[in-house]
């Protein structure tokens, strides 16, 4: 009997005519539609098959993301319009490319309420508003503002007493400071606090923890709209809708589908309305060894579980004790396997009963509503769901493959204490019943894992900080090439067309500063010793801080030997990431209690680094160490370029790039230097500051895919392995087509420093029969290569028969 994975691997792949992508950051003051029309060309000759846009509707005034969507309804004019989407997409379509488009379901962008005239309308009419119930609002008596939509815009007690009624337009407005709200028809005629009292909404401190409409996590300025309502989906759809009906798309990538009500409907509502052949990407973060669900209509994620592949086979593993130690000493924790799991339980919990408390609130009510525990202590049931989401592994658990995860934590929390059983009596009931309130749970659960571990545990560790990404485990310490290729061969097998990525404009820090980091673990030892060196000579505020810096310092270190002060922006950039570091941690200062004399010791100690010794014994090490670094570099974007799925190139990363996390790494892309850059490479680049060597690989990778596309989207995976002295330093597979022998081999260098002056010594690998060409270098092998012929000219090599 045929495997149904064969059937399914030599069935015709879906979104196979997408053989790249590039990701480009569209915003009004450096990047429109007609700015990447200009760029196209470029795009063209290095090899990228499809642009992938950045959310493209209508946004807020001056947004710099796109994800503020304020209509709905409209293509952006600030982008260019739709003559301008229409415009690029001839553009590319004339150039055999193609378009792929950031879709946000969730949420829209109600900052300021003039510019979302939905909003508007309900703050205006309330319930009675046509648009009511697009919102997911709770209008009860008790959500904590009286019945009324609760909007947390004050900064303080007394921001109240600045209200005034602006009457300098066509209609009176209420006036806060720049923010403008409406006045419900008959409610004027009196002082600005009695017409706001006479509202359909009310004015609350931000910090109140009052909030009555759900959000995107906690941000307050996004509020979500329910796409589980039909007339809701129809109308916020129109606009993809006729862009598949002019075919100017060939796929969707879904913003945070873990927020919706229920992301399998939508998704399948998403698939018919787009039809069977456009590639159909979420933005769906796995957690460690939790699988993708096979029934969602999706083509695959947008790419975080390969990032934590790719990057985690070139970890060294013998690091590990030394770095934990380190940051024992430190930061008085070592960021191991223990602590990750402690610190996330409790980090949770205070996310819960903090930033997340209204959500909550609403959710344990809809939990004694649907338990039928009318009677029941609030307090308890609150007590015993924030408990349970807080072990919650995964972001959410309402997908096929998660059955009975939920049973086994409350099992073990019950376990834990014997005094939450009755409470959770409760939330089993009320789960089992199947509506509103299994629906928040699983919303609710999302946030909290979003807020608590990207946000702000994988500020907090700090034992190797490259390891702490979107979609990572940093707990674990590195994968081996088993680990790595098996996870590639289940991707070719079940999810040949899913995006693959390395950076994004949501990554904690750019590609080549993360490869960078990684290589602090192969030399664990000496960086430990300058790191207690650097301390005695440059004493920090606080430790945990301090080595957190120091590692991402390292990282966006000018590599040419120049010091820090020299390069224009980096000390302002390395401030203002220190900044939202200290903040986002949460431990010593906080985006909602800001600790300015703990913050300026901080940027002082920032500044006595970058103009001291410390400075200079980073710089050095920075210099000593980029071989290594930009051989990391080289194989990860290697490693995911001929990988299985589709692999995205983030704007500006086909050149060495320092980015660190948003809006850092929005910055806008200097094209005309990447354009001249593509047309001067005549010959194998040297690897140095440049980045030439990078671009050389990506282009060379890019057309192979385009010469022979029936290797990789829907191609067959095959494991190498070197034989010799040095034979784990090599990762190395063979792609070609469906059911037949590698045409292709991807050979990399990992765990290069431990190759010293001896090199590569005997270590071979034997190539498939035939006789095979290194685009990357023009050089020809058959038979055992030799490695130290194999990357004579640079780290990595692309194989051709």
Not at 282 to 302: C, F, M, Q, S
């Amino acid at each position: 009997m045929t495997d149904p994975l064969t059937l399914l691997h030599r069935a015709p792949v879906r979104g196979s005519n997408v053989r790249s992508t590039y990701r480009l950051q569209l915003r009004p003051d450096a990047l429109t539609f007609n700015d990447a029309r200009v760029i196209a060309e470029y795009l063209q000759q290095l090899g990228v098959s499809h642009l992938y846009l950045s959310p493209v509707l209508t946004a807020a005034r001056g947004s710099t993301h796109g994800y503020d969507i304020t209509d709905p309804t409209t293509v952006s004019l600030a982008l260019g319009g739709p003559t301008g989407l229409k415009a690029l997409s001839d553009e590319v379509r004339s150039r055999g490319m193609g378009l792929i488009i950031d879709w946000v379901p969730n949420h829209v962008g109600v900052a300021d309420p003039r510019q979302n005239a939905w909003w508007w309308d309900v703050l205006r009419h309330g319930r009675e508003s046509k648009y009511a119930k697009y919102f997911d609002i709770d209008w009860s008596p008790g959500n904590g503002a009286g019945g009324r939509l609760a909007l947390p815009v004050l900064a303080n007690e007394n921001d109240p007493a600045a209200l005034t009624v602006d009457r300098s337009g066509p209609e009176p407005m209420l006036a806060l400071h720049d923010l403008r709200f409406p006045i419900a028809p008959g409610t004027d005629g009196d002082n600005a606090l009695r017409i706001h009292d006479r509202q359909h909404y009310r004015l609350v401190s931000w910090k109140a923890g009052v909030c009555t409409y759900r959000r995107f996590f906690a941000v307050s300025s996004l509020a979500a709209i329910r796409q589980e309502d039909p007339e809701v989906f129809e109308v916020t759809h129109r606009e993809l809708a006729a862009w598949c009906e002019h075919d100017l798309i060939d796929g969707v990538r879904v913003d945070h589908p873990d927020g919706l009500a229920h992301p399998s409907t939508y998704l399948t509502r998403l698939r018919r309305l787009i039809g069977p052949n456009r590639l159909l990407l979420i933005e769906k973060i796995l957690a460690h060894r939790e699988p993708l669900d096979a029934t969602l209509p999706v083509d695959g994620t947008t790419g975080y579980e390969a990032l934590a592949d790719i990057g985690g086979v070139l970890i060294d593993p013998t690091g590990e004790t030394t770095l934990t130690e380190l940051s024992q000493h430190v930061a008085n924790h070592g960021s191991d396997r223990a602590w990750f799991g402690e610190t996330e339980h409790r980090i949770k919990r205070a996310v819960a009963e903090t930033i997340l408390a209204p959500e909550i609130r609403r959710l344990v009510a809809a939990i004694k509503r649907d338990g039928n525990a009318g009677s029941f202590d609030t307090l308890a049931i609150s007590n015993a769901t924030i408990e349970v989401l807080a072990f919650m592994p995964v972001y959410r658990v309402d997908y096929a493959p998660l059955a009975g995860v939920t049973a086994a934590i409350v099992g073990e929390v019950e376990r834990r204490n014997a005094e939450l059983t009755a409470p959770l009596s409760v939330l089993v009931t009320a789960l089992a019943a199947g509506g509103e309130a299994a629906m928040r749970f699983s919303q609710v659960c999302g946030a909290i894992t979003a807020k608590s571990v990207e946000d702000t545990m994988f500020y907090q560790g700090a034992r190797l900080v490259s390891l702490q990404e979107v979609g990572g485990n940093p707990a674990r310490f590195g994968h081996s090439p088993n680990d790595f290729h098996l996870a590639n061969s289940e991707r070719a097998h079940r999810w040949p067309a899913t995006m693959t990525t390395i950076s994004t404009h949501d990554t904690k820090r750019g590609e080549d500063v993360r490869a960078r980091i990684g290589v602090l673990s192969q030399v664990a030892d000496k960086w430990s010793a300058q790191v207690r060196t650097w301390l005695e000579l440059t004493p920090a505020p606080d430790g945990a801080t301090a080595l957190f810096l120091l590692q991402n310092m390292f990282g966006v270190w000018p590599a040419d030997g120049h010091p820090a002060s020299s390069v224009p922006g980096l000390r302002d950039r390395l401030h203002r990431f220190a900044e939202k570091s200290m903040r986002e941690a949460g431990t010593k200062s906080s985006w909602e209690e800001p600790d300015a004399q703990f913050e300026a010791a901080v940027h002082g100690w920032l500044d006595a680094v970058i103009d001291g010794p410390v400075g200079t014994g980073i710089g050095d090490l920075v210099y000593e160490l980029a071989p290594h670094a930009w051989s990391d570099s080289l194989a990860q974007k290697l490693l995911q370029l001929c990988a299985p799925g589709i692999p995205d190139i983030y704007q500006g990363t086909e050149l060495w790039e320092d980015s660190l996390v948003d809006p850092d790494n929005r910055r806008p892309v200097n094209f005309a230097h990447r354009i001249s850059k593509l047309q001067s490479l005549a010959d194998t680049p040297a690897l140095d500051n440049t980045g030439a060597a990078k671009m050389w690989v990506v282009a060379y990778a890019l057309w192979l895919r385009r010469e022979r596309p029936e290797c990789f989207v829907g191609g067959n995976y095959s494991p190498l392995y070197a034989v010799g002295e040095h034979a784990h330093r090599v990762v190395a597979y063979g792609r070609g087509p469906a059911g037949e022998s590698p045409e292709v081999i991807v050979a990399v260098t990992r765990h290069s420093v431990g190759l010293g002056a001896n090199g590569w010594l005997d270590t071979t690998l034997s190539l498939p029969e035939g006789t095979w060409t290194d685009r990357l270098t023009g050089n020809v092998f058959a038979g055992a290569a030799r490695m130290d012929k194999l990357f004579t000219r640079l780290p990595v090599a692309l194989l051709v028969r």
